[in-house]
């Protein structure tokens, strides 16, 4: 709707209710006309207005219907990751198949091979044909990807910002914090991660680096507690470690045990998750817990050296002489070689 025919019928609207009893019939009459004029004038637009976002919806709604719709052997190569095969299916598809989908396929594909000429000519060609709105979105976004991965931020950023002009995609906000993160610029980088769990509550990552944007505004207890928030949410074992490792560098103990007990929970219960558990049962000088896990790490798995390393450390700093003494003893059996165990011993 434009402003300056509301605003124009506003003005006139109040100069005739204070000047009603100053001005003649005529003079009254005609400003009765000109509102009648600029109330068809805004109506119409407003009826242009809908139509057009009927159109939008109509069209966001086709291509997301065409997009889950769209199934041919291109696309299983696709999904399997099987990309040179899917490029020479979808180059042959394309010849029937008119709709942009084929394009995005095939643009997306010579991405993922690292053909970055062909990949940009097709997304660029798909912007410019402008065939629907959400084609244009996911071809700036494909360039936006094709430049980060190139390590052109700058570029990628103007993409990606383009790309959110036409419609809204956390991924894309969370790309762009990606993006300034990678260029050092928390700053700039944190209200993109923030927006993007407001989208996207449930992604991990970005609650892990809005952490990291934290760390690197110095602000520790805001990015711990950021962690602890998101914890829940992560399930992969590299991202709980990651968090684990961070925490613990930073003296956050508790957080690192939160994380190594969420890993036992997703049923990653291997001799590296019970490590780290014990190792900040010990930094927490929680000695019961931590000497009941270590002592059943080193039974179970005799020829991890670094249990040994850990445990014979902790022992040491609690000064318990009697127990060190013993589990060196033991440890000596074992005949290894390491400069650490040398310094311990």
């Not at 709707?1 to 001005?23: F, V």
């Not at 004038?41 to 919806?57: F, G, N, Q, Y």
């Not at 360039?143 to 390590?151: D, F, I, V, Y």
């Amino acid at each position: 709707m434009q402003k300056i025919e509301i605003k124009q019928w506003e003005m006139m609207m109040k100069q005739l209710k204070n000047n009603w009893k100053k001005i003649g019939e005529d003079e009254r009459n005609d400003y009765i006309n000109e509102l009648a004029k600029l109330n068809e004038a805004v109506l119409d637009k407003w009826v242009e207005m809908d139509e057009e976002l009927h159109e939008l919806k109509s069209e966001i709604k086709n291509f997301s219907y065409e997009c889950t719709r769209y199934s041919s052997k291109g696309t299983s190569y696709f999904k399997l990751d099987l990309f040179e095969q899917a490029i020479e299916e979808f180059l042959i598809e394309i010849q029937d198949h008119r709709h942009p989908i084929v394009k995005l396929y095939l643009a997306y594909s010579y991405l993922y091979v690292q053909n970055y000429d062909k990949a940009k000519e097709w997304f660029l060609f798909l912007i410019h044909s402008k065939e629907s709105i959400w084609s244009q979105h996911f071809a700036y976004v494909g360039l936006g990807c094709l430049m980060a991965q190139q390590e052109k931020y700058d570029e990628a950023i103007t993409y990606f910002e383009k790309s959110l002009s036409l419609t809204n995609n956390s991924d894309v906000v969370y790309n762009l914090g990606m993006c300034h993160f990678l260029q050092h610029q928390p700053g700039l980088a944190l209200p993109y991660f923030k927006k993007a769990i407001e989208l996207l509550p449930e992604d991990g990552e970005a609650y892990y680096f809005l952490g990291r944007c934290y760390v690197e505004l110095d602000e520790y207890d805001q990015a711990c507690q950021t962690w602890i928030t998101g914890l829940q949410l992560v399930e992969t074992k590299g991202m709980l470690q990651t968090l684990a490792y961070e925490m613990e560098w930073m003296g956050y103990y508790t957080g690192a045990i939160h994380c190594y007990k969420r890993l036992l929970a997703l049923g990653f219960d291997d001799t590296e998750v019970y490590h780290g558990l014990a190792w900040n049962y010990g930094l927490m000088d929680m000695r019961q817990s931590a000497d009941k896990l270590f002592m059943f790490l080193i039974q179970e798995n005799p020829y991890q050296v670094n249990c040994w390393i850990s445990y014979l450390w902790l022992l040491q700093a609690w000064g318990e002489k009697a127990k060190f003494e013993k589990v060196r003893s033991y440890c000596n059996q074992l005949n290894f070689s390491h400069p650490l165990l040398e310094r311990i011993f």
